[in-house]
């Protein structure tokens, strides 16, 4: 649970926030001087820190000091009266997360805490990339993979400018991730943040979901539309998949870009765009450009800062890592005790390709939770065809064959289970399309049609059309 501590010599200040706070579900911890906390901080983590600016034995700016010193992973928000709000600016640039003015308003309240937990969750789970960016001291990467230190440090000073930022890499390498790191390490981390997948949204659409319209602009249209760019006026615009763009609508992506401002569908007015626009693609632009589907005045307008994010299988230093966090957060999810991975289980996961990189790691991890009936992920927990991948087979022995749970021993069960796992992550490789999946899987449409019905897999929920079998 996100849990809080509150730091005020004021008793009656931290009741108050304490019962702010507690009703919205969050676990709140009270302590009475920067001397306290740091006492409790020896003990135990705590995400956020609201302290009061000024208070016997260390205040609020010595305690901040000990966080960075000491390295905790704890944000810090600075409690203060209105006369003090030049020492919390003078905190905010050493580092402090944000401040709130005395007497605490509770709708304020509530804002700052939801968007340091934001932040908190944005820099948790760049532990899917390992490294992870500590909130205390934004300069230090910590992690094993040399690829991903460069990346986030990349990323450190992509907080300082506002430039255009094109992501690259697979799918499911963290693309998003990156970009949220981004907008919340910039002066732009209190606006928005908005997310659009430019393959998710037809063609006729998406003009529309961009820019806005006013009614009557086309049919259908009865009343006016704030498009994403109005709607992430003072944030960032994260256009993913924009090698899937149309040429017409890259040209007035081109003068967004160029000229900061756009003009809704059926308007004639011109709005002003207060946007910092992160594009992401795994497609390869540089082709795109040579074929003519992608313009290439816009590819450099994007490309001012390129980041590249390498596939899982170029840095496997990172599975283990990425491995125990998915225990962690799936002991949570499906409230289990499953406390590591079995060492042959580790080897297969490293030898694995990883296609759908760290995605699939994530869904791979899933499934074994949902088998494994022990303390620990096992080899015969993870997918059939990771196992049928696995470069070294483990040696089992008759004992340990024995001890097998029974559902692991059915083989009519297993085998349905590798039929159901084989045609999801069939699907979800080739986009839910029915065809290409059964020419590229080398099953006949109608035997993948039927497992389908049998298994009761939707194929609309990896971007295919939904089917009914009425």
């Not at 001397?35 to 016997?56: F, G, H, W």
């Not at 992509?158 to 970009?179: D, F, H, M, P, Q």
């Not at 021993?409 to 590798?418: A, G, H, V």
């Amino acid at each position: 649970m996100y849990s809080i501590l509150v730091v005020d010599d004021e008793q009656d200040l931290r009741k108050q926030i304490l019962s702010i706070l507690s009703a919205r579900g969050y676990q709140v911890e009270e302590a009475s001087d920067g001397q306290d906390a740091a006492e409790k901080l020896s003990r135990k983590n705590y995400p956020l820190i609201l302290c009061d600016v000024r208070m016997p034995r260390m205040d609020g700016l010595e305690l901040l000091r000990h966080i960075q010193t000491h390295e905790y992973s704890s944000a810090i928000a600075l409690i203060t009266a209105h006369g003090n709000i030049r020492e919390a600016i003078d905190a905010i640039r050493e580092g402090a997360f944000d401040y709130i003015e005395k007497p605490i308003n509770e709708s304020i309240l509530i804002d700052l805490v939801q968007r340091a937990e934001r932040a908190y969750h944005m820099i948790h789970h760049m532990a899917y990339s390992a490294p992870v960016l500590n909130p205390g001291s934004p300069s230090e990467a910590i992690g094993q993979s040399r690829s991903m230190k460069s990346i986030f440090k990349m990323v450190e000073k992509l907080g300082r400018v506002n430039t255009s930022v094109l992501i690259r890499g697979e799918n499911g390498t963290g693309k998003e991730l990156v970009a949220k790191a981004i907008h919340y390490n910039s002066p732009r981390k209190n606006g928005p943040f908005v997310a659009v997948n430019c393959a998710a949204i037809t063609e006729t659409l998406i003009e529309s979901e961009l820019f806005g319209h006013e009614k009557g602009a086309f049919t259908g249209a009865d009343q006016r539309h704030i498009g994403k760019f109005q709607f992430a006026a003072g944030g960032t615009l994260f256009l993913d998949e924009i090698g899937e763009t149309s040429p017409a609508l890259q040209v007035k992506l081109l003068r967004v870009l160029q000229d900061h401002c756009f003009t809704p569908v059926g308007s004639n007015r011109e709005i002003k765009s207060d946007v910092r626009i992160i594009a992401a693609t795994n497609r390869d632009l540089e082709s795109a450009i040579r074929d003519g589907s992608f313009r290439e005045d816009l590819f450099y307008r994007l490309n001012v800062m390129p980041i590249f994010l390498p596939s899982l299988r170029d840095r496997k230093e990172d599975i283990a890592p990425l491995v125990h966090h998915f225990i962690d957060k799936f002991n949570l999810r499906h409230t289990k005790t499953i406390e590591s991975i079995s060492p042959e289980a580790l080897t297969a996961l490293e030898n694995f390709r990883w296609p759908g990189n760290i995605r699939e790691l994530e869904n791979a991890i899933e499934h074994a939770f949902i088998v494994e009936t022990t303390n620990q992920v096992s080899f015969f927990s993870l997918p059939e065809y990771i196992r049928k991948s696995s470069r070294r087979k483990p040696s089992i022995t008759r004992a340990e064959t024995a001890k097998l749970p029974h559902e692991l021993m059915d083989w009519e069960q297993r085998k349905e289970d590798f039929e159901k796992e084989f045609i999801v992550q069939a699907l979800k490789r080739f986009q839910g399309k029915i065809n290409i999946t059964a020419e590229q899987s080398n099953m006949p449409k109608n035997t993948l049609l039927r497992k389908i019905k049998k298994y009761n897999i939707k194929p609309a929920d990896y971007g295919g059309r939904e089917l009914s079998f009425d």
